[in-house]
């Protein structure tokens, strides 16, 4: 009931974010030029539509955008209420709800939903945590730049500054165009089971999709810690699991910065999924043995 439940609580709580935040938002606005209000606005409103919509088409893409727009949300709001002009009730009720939001968006049951979106009927995605040194920095200047450039070329070219807003244009086309791209890869990593086994899909860690047929696959199950398996997890946060099989599939490393891969064959590896619990109950289900 959860589960079915879920998906709606993320659209109903994103649906009234014009109600909850923009008067917080409009009382900051206030003392800017009709441009800059217009424009903000106007923006505002085709985030908040286009963000909507992925939450109704739930598909990686629609996980991208609202995952870089949500954040958004949350800087308008503390950039309005540091104003002085919103009133406490306005102010606390925008802050709270846009945190919340980003909660709700950045939680692994949101990843999980969005990545199905476009999965076949017997199929099952769960994605892959993000490698952990982009977490301490990278990842964060990656959105600033991705979400924080073409707002700022807005604003300047909306307060006539044209100079200025030109050159943040440039550079947000860059960004969007090279940084969007880095930030989707991160939208497109999960472990799928399928009804021939289970696909390792991770283009930071293998060159192309590897299947482990059923037939091959020992165990699934938490990574001891001392153990020896070939880690693909990218120093991901959470519980590695480890996949034993029978024999040795071949699969094709892939190498920063080189054009070609390491290839080679393993029997046994390691992956970091966001959800472990949801991604072993799936495995028993499908008649996995779970280690």
Not at 36 to 49: F, G, K
Not at 124 to 143: D, M, S, T, V, Y
Not at 246 to 271: I, Q
Request: aromatic fraction near 6%; hydrophobic fraction near 55%; include cysteine.
């Amino acid at each position: 009931m959860l589960q079915r439940a879920f998906p709606w609580v993320l659209r109903a709580a994103w649906a009234v974010i014009p109600a909850v935040v923009w008067p917080a938002l409009g009382e900051g606005l206030r003392r800017h030029s009709d441009a800059v209000r217009t424009t903000c606005a106007v923006a505002a409103w085709v985030v908040w539509a286009a963000l909507l919509l992925a939450t109704l088409v739930p598909h990686p893409v629609g996980l991208t955008a609202t995952r870089c727009g949500s954040p958004l949300v949350f800087a308008a709001a503390v950039a309005a209420v540091a104003t002085g002009r919103p009133s406490v009730t306005a102010s606390a009720l925008a802050v709270a709800w846009s945190i919340g939001v980003v909660v709700l968006i950045y939680l692994p049951q949101t990843g999980t939903l969005f990545v199905n979106g476009p999965a076949y009927p017997n199929e099952r995605r769960f994605p892959l945590a993000p490698p952990g040194a982009l977490l301490l920095g990278p990842l964060e200047l990656a959105w600033l730049l991705a979400a924080g450039l073409p707002v700022a070329a807005l604003l300047l070219l909306a307060a006539r500054a044209w100079v200025p807003g030109g050159i943040a244009l440039v550079l947000a086309v860059a960004a969007v165009r090279y940084l969007g791209a880095a930030l989707h890869g991160l939208s497109r990593r999960w472990v799928v089971f399928v009804p021939a086994g289970l696909v390792l899909h991770d283009r930071m860690t293998l060159v192309d999709p590897v299947l482990f047929p059923r037939a091959t696959i020992e165990s699934l199950g938490p990574a001891p810690a001392d153990t020896d398996s070939l880690d693909l997890t990218q120093r991901a946060p959470g519980l590695a699991l480890e996949l034993i099989l029978r024999t040795k599939v071949p699969m094709e490393r892939a190498t920063p910065g080189k054009r070609r891969g390491e290839e080679g064959a393993s029997a046994r590896l390691l992956f970091t999924p966001t959800r472990p619990g949801a991604v072993l109950a799936e495995a028993a289900r499908r008649g996995v043995r779970v280690a």
